[in-house]
């Protein structure tokens, strides 16, 4: 049962903290709970904006003294909100963006609050970088606890690969830091489990000379007509160079659009241009040679806040001719193909894997499906609640016209899957590993605003 602070307990909490504690009515208080996905409306108890790991001990144990769910607040970006317990506490690690390279040891110390957008500048100061996701608003800590998909991924593995320790507070409220030599255990589930295990402070990751250079290639096709060339792509899958991550996309005009994008020298990259290039006569063709800072913005405004969202997605090992008709069908039915209802319908995409993410052997993290070819994803995205039901439907229509492909789906991913969500993410055997490491760090199940691992059931 949820105990009510007194007013004095708040101007403790307050006076103590190094950052900032909100109520319901402060000036600040509705921005700060506002995240990514204008679906989620939800209204903390009070929301402490952590400046130091000292305030995420403090309000770990200001929550668990006042029995208030826990939500953990880093970009905000995750699309069911968990970031926003309703009545609950939000630790809120927005003010905690701090990052430091060192060019010499190739490594950056990365604060729990930080966006991708800031990792990325300090490292790319020194031709440098590590995986990060393709939005630059996004949060370090939930891309990289799930995983950590990006364009360097295939030549230099996920986000989770590159971490040397993390700095953790655990539901008890210590401080440990988890790596190959302390808590291994910890350090493993930390590795694609998600947010179950405590609150990140300080990630270490290992960065990588990629250069600063980048080049991003589209071909369109109208998506009734594109199975031809769709095949020919899915058929370079398997021979194209690690610095490329072959990309398939059809969106809300009609149109199907296969490329790639190139991190590191150019010149390969163009070679590459030339198979691109007898895939078809595409109706449409952008090559553009870019910094790879403005590679990793190229996806900002279309992926801004404030409007409502909802995604489902699949690895696929495989992707037969049937698959590729789903896939530019994108869930529609005869109607919806002909009038105006295909508006409604969700972008969907394909996204290489392979390369060094398959090189980690599948024991070595809970992330899971290291063997997929592809990842998909069918996302919608609208303004007008009015639309929340149709939106919703269509992008679960398409996901269910490929899930006869799928071999399993990407935890930072998960939607509305149900009882038996975790098990498409991990194996049976990691996910009896990762309660064991839930067991060892959070029996109480006190992170639990998550996609959650649930401790094994105490004996009476």
Not at 337 to 344: I, Q, T, V
Not at 406 to 434: I, P, Q, T
Request: charged share 20%; hydrophobic share 40%.
């Amino acid at each position: 049962m949820t105990v009510s602070a007194t007013q004095s307990e708040i101007g403790g909490i307050r006076e103590r903290l190094d950052g900032q504690l909100l109520l319901p009515g402060d000036h600040g208080y509705h921005a700060a709970r506002a995240v990514w996905n204008a679906l989620v409306d939800r209204h903390p108890k009070m929301i402490i904006r952590c400046a130091s790991t000292r305030d995420v001990v403090l309000a770990v144990r200001a929550a668990r003294e006042l029995d208030l769910e826990i939500g953990v607040r880093c970009g905000g970006h995750n699309a069911l909100g968990f970031a926003v317990p309703d009545g609950g506490l939000m630790i809120d690690l927005s003010l905690m963006g701090a990052v430091r390279v060192d060019p010499v040891q190739r490594r950056a110390w990365v604060q729990g609050g930080a966006l991708l957008g800031a990792l990325d500048a300090a490292s790319q100061r020194y031709g440098l970088a590590t995986t990060a996701g393709n939005v630059s608003h996004t949060g370090v800590g939930g891309l990289t606890l799930g995983g950590g998909m990006g364009w360097l991924a295939r030549q230099c593995g996920l986000a989770c690969d590159n971490v040397i320790s993390y700095q953790v507070v655990t539901a008890a409220g210590d401080i440990v830091r988890a790596s190959p030599a302390e808590h291994p255990d910890l350090f493993w589930g930390l590795r694609g489990g998600g947010g179950n295990f405590g609150v990140v402070t300080e990630f270490q990751f290992r960065l990588h000379p990629v250069g600063t250079q980048a080049m991003a290639a589209e071909f369109s096709f109208p998506a009734r007509r594109a199975l031809r060339a769709l095949s020919g792509w899915r058929d370079l899958l398997s021979s194209a160079p690690r610095q490329a991550t072959l990309t398939a996309d059809v969106g809300r005009d009609g149109m199907a659009t296969l490329g790639f994008a190139w991190v590191g020298d150019l010149a390969p990259g163009r070679r590459l241009l030339q198979a691109m290039r007898a895939l078809g006569r595409p109706a449409g063709e952008r090559v553009q040679e870019l910094p790879y800072l403005e590679l990793q913005r190229r996806s900002d405004s279309v992926q801004q806040h404030a409007l409502r969202r909802y995604s489902k997605g699949h690895y696929l090992k495989e992707l037969p001719d049937e698959a590729l008709e789903a896939f530019l069908a994108r869930g529609a039915g005869p109607r919806e193909a002909e009038n105006e209802r295909g508006e409604l319908l969700p972008n969907v995409g394909l996204v290489a894997y392979g390369g060094a993410i398959a090189d980690v052997p599948d024991e070595d993290s809970p992330f899971s499906h290291r063997d997929a070819l592809v990842e998909y994803g069918a996302g919608t995205s609208w303004s007008d609640a009015a639309e929340d039901q149709d939106r919703v439907a269509a992008a679960r229509r398409s996901a269910a016209a490929l899930s006869p492909y799928a071999s399993g789906a990407y935890v930072n991913f998960l939607s509305d899957e149900g009882a038996d969500s975790m098990l498409h993410a991990y194996s049976a055997e990691k996910l009896a590993r990762l309660t064991a490491v839930k067991d060892a760090y959070d029996p109480e199940n006190v992170f639990h605003l998550n996609h959650n691992i649930k401790p094994a059931p105490r004996s009476a």
